[in-house]
Structure formats: structure tokens, C-alpha cells
């Protein structure tokens, strides 16, 4: 955390010298953004596939006042796009040293901060909170209780003297503590009916009820949450009167389009070996495939971080192939895709009766999204040589014992596979490993167009006539 810079006033009497006023969270995240949009800055980092459909929606609920519901299918960037919120508040704002709820030194709301700042005027003691401390998020889960988000009478400060009729004996909870911020509840509908019903004065009338008590507090806070539709109607619900209270409901999505897609696994995943655009290609198309597929459970969606796993899947299936070749750099190469069908497996719902398939279905849509790309890449491509070639004799071995060189060597030097190499973006300076993983990418082509032969066994795969 970045220090408190000096310049900042430490009382409340310099706050009000420097023309400081009191601002609601909400007029603070409307004003910010507006400057944001007027100067041409992105104020949604991080945020792939959303700019034409969710963020516009998003961007008038939040200069409209309101608080937001995000519905959406696992894995659609839901909790991402909540935590870009922090960047649209104020890098540092002032609040009462020790307050409780990180009270404005000029509009403190609790009995104990109004009573010091009457006592103290001008020489009430003044900190600062960085915005990232104004953002708190809550995974609800069933055994989350009032008391968690709202509050509880406190046993500690009834034992040192205070009477139960004291409200200062409550215990505030997440979300009064949250004043002067945003509140995130990720996974709505799993809140029972009877928690929920505790937010609803929160977020209209502004008090507080904690056993019999009744406190007239002004919070001020944006709240934001996210549900997942299947929830949404089936394991839980959100009640109406809580559904009512939110201003806007905004639906969220999977990539529409391809792009986005390589953009999310590129941006996401932890890449531990080279992965050519070409194969990010081939992961988000077997992804996409996977979301289209009737085999697939459709209502509990396939997540992004299925293709950011296979992404880093493939990447660490190159580098293991690295380690015992000695190959540098460690390069993905189609073989390596291999692995991830066995490994994500798990990730995906399957429809009832599909039992004891799962991987032959895998194995179909992952090869369907190879034919795919490699169409894509090498379209109008006269590969007729380079099957001639392996038809003459040419076979050619790869796997995870088989370093790129050994692939290139065992085929003659053809026009065709500069022209290979070049639909995928590798050029013949490149090292053996990116353009093997290039000619392996057409041989495949050529395997699923019927055009070549393909044994397989544990360890190697050889492509012959």
C-alpha cells in the first residue's frame, strides 16, 4: 500500500481551509467516470468482450445512481468487472482517525464520532483511505449470518459497563463498515431468504436493526452483486423485494467473438512455455464448440478459465517436452494438445446418458477446432507437395520425446512449408521448435481432411501416406 502522502490535511479544521465537501460514493463513481469517458480513458482494465453490449449497460446504471446485479454463467469475468470498480473512486479520501465506519471528518454518522467531532471542532484528527480499502467483496455462502453482514450486540463492550440499551454495544457488520464504499456480494441466490431480507432497510431506508435496535444511519454505499442464472431460479433465489431494490439488472456473456476470446486466455493465463497464436486459436474454437455442443450441460456453462486452464495445460506439456529433449525455447505444438481432454475433463457438465463418453466427445470437438484454424490458416494453401513428400517415403515422427528439429529433418526442403510457416506467423529465422510446431499444425490438416495416415501410441506419433 502506497503511503499517506504529506500534503494531505491531518485535521478537520485544514480540510475545511482547503475548500474540502462531503461526496456520496455514488456521485463520486459518476463523476470520475464521466471524466474518464470525456478524456478517452478506459475505465474497465482488464475487461476483453464486453465494450459493445455489457459495458454501455453497465456505465449508464452507474451514472444513473444505482446498484447493479450482474447475471451471468460461471466464468463469464462477473467478479472482474465488480473489482474495476475501485479504479473509478478517489485515490485517497479523508475519514475520522478510529472511526468505526470510515466516517467523513464533516459528516460523521455514528453517536460516538458526532460526540468527537462536537467535542473536538477543528482539531479532529483526520486519516486518509486509499480506494483500494473502499472495496469489499463477500462470497455468500448458507451459513452466513445477519450479524456477519449487519451487525450484533457485542458481549465485550456490554461486559466492560455498557447497558444493552446502549447502541453503541452493537457490533457493526460488513456492510455498515463499508460506508463511504462499495460492497460486493458475489453469488447472491446463496444467501437464505431470511439474510436477504436483512439488506432490504440497508439499501432503502438506510437503518440499521440489530436485535431491537433501530439505527437512523445514513450509510452510503454502493452495493453490486452477482448470481448465476441457474441459480438464479433453481438452488436459490433472490427475492422480489430485494430484486426490487437493485436499479439495474445487467446480463453478462462469453466472448461473441473469436478474438476476444485468444484475448482473455492471452491476458489470463500463466504460460510456463511458448503458445503460438495459431494454438490460442485452437483452444478458444474447442472452447467455443464446447458452449454450441448438445452433449455439454449448457445451464452450468463452460467457464473462460476451461480455456485458460488448457492454455496453461498445453504450455506445461511443452516444457515437460523441453526437459527431456533439452529443446530451447520450450514451444506448444500441436501434439501437446493431446493432454488436455484427460485433464479438463472435470471442468465440463455433460448431459445425463453421455456417461463414459465425456472424452470421446472432448477428443471430436478438439479435433473439429484443429480442422478448424488449420482451414482458417492455411485456406487457398496447395499442401499437395508436402503430402507427396511424406507418400514417398518421408515419415514423420513427433511426440514428447521429439524435439521440433528432429520434425523438420525428416521431411525435404519444400517451397510450401515457408509458406506453412508464414500463414502461421513464424519466420525461417525462427527457432526449429515455432516452425515445427507450424508443419506439425498442417500435417494435422491434412490427418482430419483424410489426406495422411496418423499411428499413435504412448509416447510417439508418426504421420504416414
Given at each position: ?74 466464468g463469464q469475468g462477473k467478479t472482474r468487472l465488480l473489482r474495476t470498480l475501485a479504479g473509478l473512486l478517489d485515490e485517497w479520501t479523508p475519514v475520522i482517525e478510529g472511526s468505526e465506519l470510515a466516517e467523513h471528518p464533516l459528516d460523521p454518522i455514528t ?58 454495544t452493537i457490533h457493526f457488520g460488513l456492510v455498515p463498515r463499508a460506508h463511504r464504499g462499495i460492497v460486493a456480494i458475489n453469488e447472491l441466490p446463496d444467501l437464505a431468504e431470511r439474510i436477504q431480507v436483512a439488506l432490504l432497510n440497508v439499501m432503502e ?118 526437459a527431456l529433449t533439452g529443446e530451447q525455447p520450450a514451444v506448444a505444438r500441436p501434439v501437446d494438445l493431446d493432454a488436455v481432454p484427460a485433464v479438463l475433463r472435470g471442468k465440463v457438465e455433460f448431459e445425463p446418458g453421455e456417461e463414459g463418453r465425456e ?107
Amino acid at each position: 500500500m502506497n503511503p499517506v502522502p504529506e500534503h494531505l490535511p491531518r485535521t478537520a479544521g485544514e480540510l475545511r481551509a482547503a475548500g474540502h465537501r462531503p461526496r456520496g460514493i455514488k456521485q463520486e463513481i459518476h463523476d470520475n467516470l464521466l471524466a474518464a469517458l470525456r478524456e478517452g480513458r478506459n475505465p474497465w482494465p482488464g475487461i476483453v468482450g464486453f465494450e459493445r453490449t455489457v459495458l454501455p449497460q453497465f456505465e449508464r446504471a452507474l451514472l444513473a445512481g444505482h446498484d447493479v446485479v450482474l447475471l451471468g454463467e460461471r466464468g463469464q469475468g462477473k467478479t472482474r468487472l465488480l473489482r474495476t470498480l475501485a479504479g473509478l473512486l478517489d485515490e485517497w479520501t479523508p475519514v475520522i482517525e478510529g472511526s468505526e465506519l470510515a466516517e467523513h471528518p464533516l459528516d460523521p454518522i455514528t453517536p460516538a464520532s458526532i460526540r468527537r467531532a462536537a467535542e473536538l471542532g477543528d482539531d479532529l484528527p483526520v486519516t486518509w483511505l486509499h480506494r483500494d480499502q473502499r472495496y469489499t467483496e463477500k462470497l455468500a455462502t448458507p451459513d452466513t449470518s445477519v450479524g456477519d453482514l449487519i451487525g450484533d450486540v457485542d458481549p465485550v463492550k456490554v461486559a466492560e459497563g455498557r447497558s444493552l440499551g446502549d447502541p453503541e454495544t452493537i457490533h457493526f457488520g460488513l456492510v455498515p463498515r463499508a460506508h463511504r464504499g462499495i460492497v460486493a456480494i458475489n453469488e447472491l441466490p446463496d444467501l437464505a431468504e431470511r439474510i436477504q431480507v436483512a439488506l432490504l432497510n440497508v439499501m432503502e431506508e438506510r437503518d440499521i436493526q440489530v436485535r431491537g435496535y433501530t439505527l437512523r444511519l445514513p450509510l452510503d454505499v454502493l452495493l453490486v452483486a452477482t448470481a448465476n442464472p441457474e441459480d438464479y431460479t433453481n438452488r436459490g433465489r433472490i427475492i422480489t423485494p430485494l430484486k426490487d431494490r437493485f436499479g439495474a439488472e445487467i446480463r453478462t456473456h462469453y466472448p461473441l467473438e473469436l478474438s476476444a476470446e485468444v484475448d482473455v486466455v492471452r491476458q489470463e493465463a500463466n504460460l510456463v512455455a511458448e503458445v503460438g497464436e495459431p494454438l490460442l486459436e485452437v483452444i478458444a474454437r474447442f472452447v467455443r464448440n464446447l458452449r454450441e455442443s448438445t452433449v455439454i450441460d449448457q445451464r452450468s456453462g463452460v467457464s473462460a478459465r476451461f480455456a485458460v486452464a488448457a492454455a496453461e495445460t498445453v504450455a506445461a506439456a511443452a516444457l515437460r517436452r523441453s526437459a527431456l529433449t533439452g529443446e530451447q525455447p520450450a514451444v506448444a505444438r500441436p501434439v501437446d494438445l493431446d493432454a488436455v481432454p484427460a485433464v479438463l475433463r472435470g471442468k465440463v457438465e455433460f448431459e445425463p446418458g453421455e456417461e463414459g463418453r465425456e472424452t470421446e466427445h472432448l477428443v471430436h470437438l478438439l479435433r473439429r477446432a484443429v480442422a478448424e484454424t488449420a482451414r482458417e490458416r492455411f485456406g487457398g494453401l496447395n499442401l499437395r507437395p508436402l503430402v507427396e513428400a511424406v507418400a514417398n517415403g518421408h515419415l514423420v515422427a513427433t511426440g514428447e520425446k521429439v524435439p521440433g528439429a528432429d520434425v523438420l529433418s525428416a521431411l525435404p526442403e519444400l517451397p510450401v512449408l515457408h509458406e506453412v510457416a508464414q500463414r502461421a506467423g513464424v519466420s525461417a529465422e525462427d527457432p526449429p521448435g515455432r516452425i515445427a510446431s507450424a508443419v506439425e499444425l498442417a500435417l494435422e490438416s491434412l490427418y482430419l481432411a483424410r489426406q495422411l495416415a496418423k499411428d499413435s501410441d504412448d509416447a510417439t506419433t508418426v504421420y504416414g501416406p
